[in-house]
């Protein structure tokens, strides 16, 4: 079973920057995709970005150029550059592993259990 497990979140001022890291771990797999979602309090879960086994990245309109995805394969782990962080930033944010287990044929959805970030004015 492949765990997925962020960490980073943190109290940040408007303007600071945060780097979450998202691991995942568990037998062996193949990562097709890493996604970064978050949801603030009372809303839906939005997708942030997210980055291909190939490296081609996607991101929501409110964060792009202020926020930086990126992966290490090796290690089977993704990282969520946060620069410029504004109050509406505020949200748990939720690590997606897209991945295929060893001998499986299917590609599964794997999520972690959120980091918080909160961003003060």
């Known amino acids: 079973q492949v765990q997925v497990v962020e960490s980073g979140g943190d109290l940040v001022q408007a303007g600071g920057s945060l780097r979450l890291s998202c691991a995942a771990s568990g037998g062996t797999f193949s990562i097709s995709a890493i996604g970064w979602y978050r949801q603030a309090p009372g809303k839906q879960r939005e997708l942030v970005t997210s980055i291909s086994s190939g490296g081609l990245t996607n991101y929501a309109d409110s964060v792009k150029g202020r926020f930086t995805v990126s992966r290490d394969i090796a290690k089977n782990t993704g990282f969520l550059q946060m620069n410029s962080l504004l109050p509406e930033d505020t949200a748990v944010y939720y690590c997606?592993?897209?991945?295929?287990?060893?001998?499986?044929?299917?590609?599964?959805?794997?999520w972690g259990q959120g980091t918080q970030v909160t961003v003060s004015s």
């Open positions: 997606n592993v897209r991945a295929r287990p060893a001998g499986s044929i299917l590609v599964r959805d794997y």
